[in-house]
């Protein structure tokens, strides 16, 4: 299976992630907090 990779974004800047692994660590603490901290998260309902 080919892996493939997403490019980092303004937003999300850490690098390339791969897509399409059968698995992918996520620091869930942290990447909630990620999330909160995009103007999309505290300008959205």
Do not use: H, Y
Not at 14 to 28: D, Q, S, Y
């Amino acid at each position: 299976m080919e892996i493939e990779n997403n490019e980092s974004t303004d937003l999300r800047p850490e690098g390339t992630r791969k897509m399409g692994t059968p698995l992918v660590n996520v620091n869930i603490p942290e990447f909630i907090k990620q999330l909160k901290a995009e103007v999309k998260w505290q300008t959205s309902d």
